[in-house]
């Protein structure tokens, strides 16, 4: 089975705030996404990433950055995070272009 | 038009009775379709996929495509109280490794 983990389900962070997000998934899947979802609106693909090093925009990529030194291991960054960045945010992993993803368990963020 | 559409419901149906989700895309080049399950408070997780026109069963799930008329549905025999939740359609079109979700339909199975 697919695991993916990420670093925390719930964190509490202050306007301006510099935030890192991280996942990990265990079986060695090349392609790794963040998404964010909100009521209404649903889920959103933020930044995602093909290899090792390399990352591509998504629908919704200002005010976030990514970073991916490891196969294994996705990072989201807030920079400066806001309020509007309340959210859960979900990474998800898939072993080719086309294939199924699989989530991890979230982390709800609220920005104060 | 948004690219994948669902009702979002809440859609009420017996124990027992068959459930149908439905959801419809905007384009003909998407290729392969996928529904996902998220309880409240969880991620999604993935149901079954359908790549080619037609039905496929896995158990009580049977996914329907049809490309020339644009949707595809989730049937789910036998409700169950435990299938309440929300059923996320998603697509993928060629050409990159992008998934468009639907903004989900909530079904509540009632005893």
Known sequence: ?????????????????????????????????????DPGLGLRLIYFSYDVKMK????????????????????????????????????????????????????????? | QKEVEQNSGPLSVPEGAIASLNCTYSDRVSQSFFWYRQYSGKSPELIMSIYSNGDKEDGRFTAQLNKASQYVSLLIRDSQPSDSATYLCARFTGGGNKLTFGTGTQLKVEL
Request: hydrophobic share 30%.
């Open chain 1, 1 to 37: 089975d697919v695991k993916v983990t990420q670093s925390s389900r719930y964190l509490v962070k202050r306007t301006g705030e510099k935030v890192f997000l991280e996942c990990v998934q265990d079986m060695d899947h090349e392609n790794m996404f963040w998404y964010r979802q």
């Open chain 1, 56 to 112: 591509e925009k998504g629908d919704i990529p200002e005010g976030y950055s990514v970073s991916r030194e490891k196969k294994e291991r996705f990072s989201l960054i807030l920079e400066s995070a806001s309020t509007n960045q309340t959210s859960m945010y979900l990474c998800a992993t898939s072993s080719g272009s086309g294939n199924e993803q699989f989530f991890g368990p979230g982390t709800r963020l609220t920005v104060l």
